[in-house]
């Protein structure tokens, strides 16, 4: 059974930083392809970004309004996603999901999803 | 920047079948997905590649495409339907895109 777990929400101050972890268990993480994406309270869901297992590039894509802010990583030895988080902006407040990615066709789409971790940015 | 655009609700009875549109100038030429997600808890994908479902989501959801539309039929609606169901598909260059989520009701 896959699952996804993610950790690391809370509370931190604009221009702060925060590192969210995802482990993985179920399926082969070194050979997934994974993503974050965020919702927002009350609001829908929002793609933040994606890395390609290693062996297709290890590379990764981001949303125009975390990047530069934003980074994706992975380590494939524990099975876990990483996003870190810096600049933080009152409008990243979000509940943020870990998710599998497949591809068909150029469209990349979401098959699992973890449960969330709400992080929230405010003074 | 490329839009899906999506009705913000959707009532239906019991038993009547719910349609639910995603408009998108892309959708001819990339695939649309289908989510749902109910209060509190992660989307789950109910229908991938316009029209395809995933094992363990039952019959009564249906996915259709024509031209900029797609459409997320659910057949002989029940209350645990009820949930807020999002289409997803991507631009030209990739980048994914979400609708803007409809909240389905049933009365």
């Known amino acids: 059974e896959v699952q996804l777990v993610e950790s690391g929400g809370g509370l931190v101050k604009p221009g702060g930083s925060l590192r969210l972890s995802c482990a993985a268990s179920?399926?082969?993480?070194?050979?997934?392809?994974m993503s974050w994406v965020r919702q927002a309270p009350g609001k829908g869901l929002e793609w933040v970004g994606r890395i390609k297992s290693k062996t297709d590039g290890g590379t990764t894509d981001y949303a125009a309004p975390v990047k530069g802010r934003f980074t994706i990583s992975r380590d494939d030895s524990k099975n876990t996603l990483y996003l870190q988080m810096n600049s933080l902006k009152t409008e990243d407040t979000a509940v943020y999901y870990c998710?599998?990615?497949?591809?068909?066709?150029?469209?990349?789409?979401?098959?699992?999803w973890g449960q969330g971790t709400l992080v929230t940015v405010s003074s | 920047s490329y839009e899906l655009t999506q009705p913000p609700s959707v009532s239906v009875s019991p038993g009547q079948t719910a349609r639910i549109t995603c408009s998108g100038d892309a959708l001819p030429k990339q695939y649309a997905y289908w989510y749902q997600q109910k209060p509190g808890q992660a989307p789950v994908l109910v229908i991938y590649?316009?029209?395809e479902r995933p094992s363990g989501i039952p019959e009564r959801f249906s996915g259709s495409s024509s031209g900029t539309t797609v459409t997320l039929t659910i057949s002989g609606v029940q209350a645990e339907d009820e949930a807020d169901y999002y289409c997803q598909s991507a631009d030209s260059s990739g980048t994914v895109v979400f609708g803007g989520g409809t909240k389905l009701t049933v009365l």
């Open positions: 179920g399926f082969t993480f070194s050979n997934a392809w």
């Open positions: 590649k316009d029209s």
């Open positions: 998710t599998t990615v497949r591809v068909e066709m150029a469209t990349p789409y979401f098959d699992y």
